[in-house]
């Protein structure tokens, strides 16, 4: 044998010499969720380890997240149920969450970047993230509201809003009112091809967003976001969100959808950032609760293989734990 391949494998120097793939703490976008109140941080109940948090303590969440070495934060909001409506007049209040949370964590670390959920979802009274109408989610009306949301972020101080909603042409409404607006320097991180994933149930408890069980409105978000049967599709959503102006874009969910990931990496020229949900991250903490898995190791496998498939920002609620482990 002229070729033993098993020669670059024998050692840790070695191996670690020809590793392609490397995390650190740069590849990550941490996501949060703000409540109101004081001194609460509440843990999520199917997402153990992961809390909500008022703003007073995300004022220091947001601290330690720095202090770890982690510079970009994804922010959620819940909601209060007696703000929800079907119009997303709330997601406009100049002095809703969002818009405070934004200022608590520029407040707390001004070099941190601030992303900004855009979506309706948190604030519908359906659990849509758009406006209902006659059993359908209306695409032209929910995108204008989207845009003066994500003009109420980047007045509070967003670096980036981060569109959820997969309505059609919402990223050509956003940038052209922050435009309009002069908001030349807020990006969007578009979420670009987002699939009907059942693997947001956590988050949805986390928000307490999931849509509503009544007549005549839809049960899902199959009408919007993409049929995780397909892939050709997800390439011709991620090329148009590039036209209309998106600055990075996403693929969601993360591990199931690395077939995804590569395509979109391969053809386009802008950042791909993958956000590894709720779900894959309750699956692996309930499996090593049980002891069946080990934690720390399967984490480390999925998020490389998150990274391998061709993601440069990942969005993950590993993301404090990885940072601690490779530290
Ligand atoms: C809101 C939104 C969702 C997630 C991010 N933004 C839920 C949904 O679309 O129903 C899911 C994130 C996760 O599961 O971690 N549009």
Known sequence: MLRRNRRLRSSAAIRSLVRETIISPDDFLVPIFVVEGKGVKEEIASMPGYYRYSLDLLASEA?????????????????????????GKEALNPNGLMQRAIKTVKDAVPEMLVMTDVALD????????GIVSEG???NDDSSAILAEMSLTHAIAGADFVAPSDMMDGRIFEIRTLLEDEGFHDT???SY?????????GPF??????APVDLKDIPKDKQSYQMDFANRDEAIRETLMDIEEGADIVMVKPGLCYLDIVRDIRNVVDVPVAVYQVSGEYAML?????KGWLNHDAVMMEQITAIKRAGAHIIA???AKDVVKLIS
Not at 73 to 78: A, D, P, R, T
Not at 193 to 198: C, D, F, G, H, L
Not at 204 to 209: N, Q, T
Not at 285 to 289: I, R, S, Y
């Open 316 to 318: 993950s609620y590993f």
């Open 136 to 138: 359908k989610i209306i």
């Open 122 to 129: 948190p604030y519908s009274k359906y659990g849509h993230d």
């Open 204 to 209: 949805r408890d986390a928000l307490d967003s």
């Open 192 to 200: 670009s091809a987002k699939y009907a994933s059942a693997f947001y």
């Open 285 to 289: 903490k309930a499996a090593a609760e």
């Open 187 to 189: 990006g969007i991180m």
């Open 63 to 87: 601290k330690e997240i720095w202090s770890l070495g982690l510079k970009s934060v994804l922010l959620f909001v819940k909601v209060p149920e007696h703000l929800k409506d079907n119009s």
